[in-house]
């Protein structure tokens, strides 16, 4: 078996054996291997290739598109999502506006170990796709599965635009698979995870695994619950959302980020405006609460979406 985080690990290597232009950069990710060990041991397959920075996230990502506008192409690890902010400006201005400034590429991927962990508290804990999706240049992955957090990190680095790769801390050891994919869906192409008929729960990352153990739950009540996995939410693929709910004529979506202005919402807006004859009732969004996230692992547990929350609302929703 084959953790997610595992896969991180095994699809660097892999990028690193294929192409000579790929370098890895971050704090503490040469020897130490990183904080979550997503590259032990590439330094010493990798001389010179996986190389420790300074505590500077601005100064990392300024010298990783400096080196992608000279033909590189580098994975940048932050530490956690939450210090992604401390490169907003490099991110936003710079690698994002560059091709169109320019018109030279700029490959480089960031790595945002994202979402909650039991204890992780306020700075090490948030989900930041929607404030990355906000900004025109930049794609946004949220892998939810062993397969895809390999093939997607792969197609991330292949791809000449900048790249936020959300990969969540939780997923780390808790998800496993046999062997690594083959072969994968593009980027930008959503995958319904489980097939229903009575709703669709719309979700991407973590909460894919909180809706397809709400769908477990509600089969025992006899609901054929629809889940789709979005895979990515920039590109956001509008139309596989839309064929799930002209199949079901109800829609939920589930995000663990904060709700205001979130990927959530995003998806409900679409629907909405394109697909709003297909709804047999009004769509519902669950978020995180809309407070910065909590140290203690029993509130964490009631902050952020759980299986037995969405189940909740799902059921509701089912008997309008």
């Known amino acids: 078996m084959i953790t997610y985080l595992e896969a991180i690990r095994e699809a660097q290597h892999k990028a690193l054996a294929d192409d000579p232009r790929v370098y890895l950069y971050g704090q503490d990710i040469g020897n130490f291997g990183g904080a979550f060990k997503a590259t032990k041991g590439l330094a010493k397959d990798f001389p010179g290739r996986v190389l420790d920075a300074p505590l500077s996230e601005d100064a990392i ?7 992608a506008i000279d033909g590189m192409r580098p994975i940048v690890e932050m530490q956690f999502a939450d210090f992604s902010t401390c490169g907003l400006n490099q991110i936003i201005n710079h690698a994002a506006t560059l091709y169109w400034r320019t018109n030279i590429p700029c490959p480089i991927v960031v790595r945002l170990p994202s979402g909650g962990t039991a204890g992780a508290g306020p700075f ?10 906000h900004y025109p240049g930049l794609i946004v992955m949220t892998p939810a599965t062993v397969e895809d957090a390999y093939s997607m990190l792969l197609e991330a680095v292949a791809i000449d635009d900048p790249v936020i790769f959300c990969e969540h801390k939780y997923l780390y050891y808790h998800l496993k698979a046999p062997a690594l994919p083959t072969e994968a869906l593009p980027t930008g192409k959503a995958r319904v995870a489980r097939q229903g ?3 669709t729960i719309v979700a991407y990352s973590a909460m894919v695994h909180e809706a397809l153990a709400c769908a477990d739950e509600l089969a025992s009540e006899g609901w054929q619950i629809e889940v789709i996995d979005l895979r990515s939410v920039k590109p956001l693929d509008t139309d596989t959302v839309l064929a799930s709910v002209a199949r079901t004529g109800r829609l939920l979506v589930v995000g663990e980020a904060f709700p205001w202005g979130g990927v959530t919402a995003e998806v409900i807006a679409r629907v909405a405006q394109e697909g709003f004859s297909l709804l047999d009732a009004p769509p519902v969004r669950i978020n995180a609460k809309d407070t910065p996230v909590p140290y203690h692992p029993n509130l964490w547990g009631t902050h952020r979406p ?8 799902a059921r509701k929703l089912l008997h309008l």
């Open 306 to 313: 759980t299986a037995r929350t969405i189940a909740a609302e």
């Open 124 to 133: 090490h804990s948030q989900s930041m796709e929607a404030l990355y999706a």
């Open 61 to 67: 990502i300024g010298s990783a598109i400096g080196a």
């Open 197 to 199: 008929r009575d709703m």
